[in-house]
């Protein structure tokens, strides 16, 4: 994707181009709210902003969306950056996907557990769950890897290497906990 496709992609999020991912993320779920049919601020506009014209819009808002979000994740070192103070480009990232590290790649993006909480549809005791590793607190193995499927997907990761990394300490405590009792 060339420098140009890029720049009028934040431009139509309204955005600057070093935004992060929480300030793609909450421009577009703005311009979505604000483009939509409930939308009270483009009511009394009538006839001078048409269906059409709005439904071009949301259009040109998604794709700005799904291709921003693809363009930064295909940035080098991007997990190390997330969790490094000051990154380092000679360092190959190989982190271990825990509820922790999770955790942190959040936090640095500045998300809230809550704005996640509220775009996936989950209970913040489960997202909390998740990433304290409260593996008792978490649901069954199939419904897990759904959720943290999702949430990996939100925070901009790769959901395969994360979910496996994940879903295989949480066996190895069901296989525990199981033969405990």
Not at 60 to 75: G, I, R, T
Not at 76 to 94: G, H, I, M, N
Not at 116 to 122: A, C, G, P, R, T
Not at 125 to 151: D, G, I, Q, R, T
């Amino acid at each position: 994707m060339s420098g140009e496709d890029l720049e009028k992609y934040y431009l139509v999020l309204e955005l600057p181009a070093d935004a992060s991912y929480a300030d793609i993320h909450n421009s577009y779920r703005r311009l979505k709210k604000l483009y939509s049919n409930e939308s009270i601020v483009l009511t009394p506009l009538g006839e001078e902003f048409s269906e059409k014209k709005r439904k071009q819009v949301l259009e040109q808002v998604e794709e700005a969306y799904s291709n921003l979000l693809a363009a930064k994740k295909n940035e080098p070192s991007r997990t190390e950056f997330l969790l490094a103070e000051e990154p380092s480009p000679e360092k190959v990232v190989d982190l271990p996907t825990t509820g922790l590290s999770l955790r942190k790649i959040r936090e640095k993006a500045g998300i809230e557990l809550k704005e996640i909480s509220k775009e996936l549809k989950l209970r913040m005791e489960l997202l909390k769950s998740l990433e304290e590793e409260k593996f008792e607190a978490l649901p069954e193995a199939s419904y897990l890897k759904v959720h943290l499927k999702n949430y990996v997907e939100f925070l901009g990761l790769n959901p395969a290497t994360v979910i496996d990394e994940y879903l295989s300490r949480y066996r190895t405590w069901k296989e525990k906990t199981i033969a405990e009792k």
